[in-house]
């Protein structure tokens, strides 16, 4: 069966320190990779979405990016966190057009 | 560009009786799929309901069933015999290609 690993579970980063997140998955190949970010108590915005190995697309502009360096591996990154980058963070994948998405369990980034 | 709404931020209901959560989405796509996923306080993304537009019979999963008016662009989602464990937010989702569109979600509290 397919998981989906996601760490770490919380982080607290100074301002202008460098991030990195990082989603693996497990059972499946040539996943659609995503990550999102959702504000509290808010819906999920979608940063970052990947349909294989060295291709990103973003859908907002932003002090983050993401790479795909491995079929199954995808990673949030940062050279100098905003306060405006604490969130909740989600990376999530999919295969076939219609299936749903099956998510990580999350990253709680405060920035301080 | 495909949007969903949720036009209920909160919703309360008493355990064991019924509720029913909206979503409207707007598209011009013929083909697509809807989603319902439940968000606990853990913040975990658990699907608990698709449908597919093609189909006019609506998805029901145990207590879980939806009412899809597809002319109407309307995907709510009605939850039988609350139980406290069913208090959580809930979004539902678009898809018509690789990526969800979210809603802002509805957050439902179960009394009991």
């Known amino acids: 069966s397919q998981t989906i690993h996601q760490w770490p579970a919380t982080l607290v980063q100074p301002v202008g320190s460098p991030l990195s997140l990082e989603c693996t998955v497990e059972g499946t190949s040539n996943p659609n990779l995503y990550w999102y970010r959702q504000a509290a108590g808010r819906g999920l915005q979608l940063l970052f979405y990947s349909v294989g190995i060295g291709q990103i697309s973003s859908e907002v502009p932003q002090n983050l990016s993401a790479s795909r360096p491995q079929d199954r591996q995808f990673i949030l990154s940062s050279k100098k966190l905003l306060l405006s980058d604490s969130g909740f963070y989600l990376c999530?994948?999919?295969?076939?057009?219609?299936?749903?998405?099956?998510f990580g369990d999350g990253t709680r980034l405060s920035i301080l | 560009a495909q949007t969903v709404t949720q036009s209920q931020p909160e919703m309360s209901v008493q355990e064991a009786e019924t509720v029913t959560l909206s979503c409207t989405y707007d598209t011009s796509e013929s083909d697509y799929y809807l989603f319902w996923y439940k968000q606990p306080p853990s913040r975990q993304m658990i699907l608990v309901i698709r449908q597919e537009a093609y189909k006019q019979q609506n998805a029901t999963e145990n207590r879980f069933s939806v009412n899809f008016q597809k002319a109407a662009k309307s995907f709510s989602l009605k939850i039988s015999d609350s139980q406290l464990g069913d208090a959580a937010m809930y979004f539902c989702?678009?898809?018509?290609?690789?990526?969800?569109?979210f809603g802002g979600g509805t957050r439902l509290m179960v009394k009991p």
């Open positions: 999530a994948w999919g295969d076939t057009r219609g299936q749903p998405q099956h």
């Open positions: 989702a678009y898809n018509a290609g690789n990526m969800l569109t």
